[in-house]
């Protein structure tokens, strides 16, 4: 069984957001499959997705420093800064963390560790909803 569907996420503000739930809500078809997989794929060049930790806020807020830190606005060496100084750096913290993430499915539950959630990255100072692509295959 191939199932696929966009998730409209609304609007988040820059920061890391534990986004599991709108996933799990919006693919109700995971319930009926005993063994298969999830495949997430964000359809933008300024925001991520990622799996870490969802127990303990202070986890997002340390990528954010971090990832603020690694790849800093105002950059001289950045060209690309059309849309601003979030621009370009937000394109780099996208490329480090990834776009696309696949998720097995177990006895009709995505199986994720004791601690972990799925996380939208996002990397824009003033972004609008963000789209993902979610993708079942299963028994």
């Known amino acids: 069984m191939w199932s696929q569907?966009?998730?409209?996420?609304?609007?988040?503000?820059?920061?890391?957001?534990?986004i599991t739930s709108y996933v799990i809500d919006s693919a109700p078809e995971i319930k009926n499959q005993s063994i298969g997989m999830l495949h997430l794929f964000i359809k933008h060049t300024s925001a991520s997705i990622a799996?870490?930790?969802?127990?303990?806020?202070?986890?997002?807020?340390?990528?954010?420093?971090?990832?603020n830190k690694l790849v800093p606005e105002n950059s001289p060496d950045f060209i690309h800064n059309a849309e601003g100084p979030d621009d370009m750096p937000a394109h780099i913290k996208s490329a480090i963390l990834g776009s696309s993430l696949s998720i097995p499915i177990t006895d009709g539950k995505i199986n994720l560790g004791t601690w972990q959630d799925i996380y939208l990255c996002e990397?824009?100072?003033?972004?609008s909803g963000r789209k993902l692509i979610v993708t079942i295959e299963g028994q």
């Open 123 to 127: 990397h824009r100072n003033h972004a």
């Open 51 to 67: 799996i870490n930790e969802g127990a303990d806020p202070d986890v997002r807020v340390d990528f954010e420093t971090h990832f």
């Open 5 to 18: 569907q966009q998730i409209d996420l609304p609007a988040f503000s820059r920061g890391f957001h534990i």
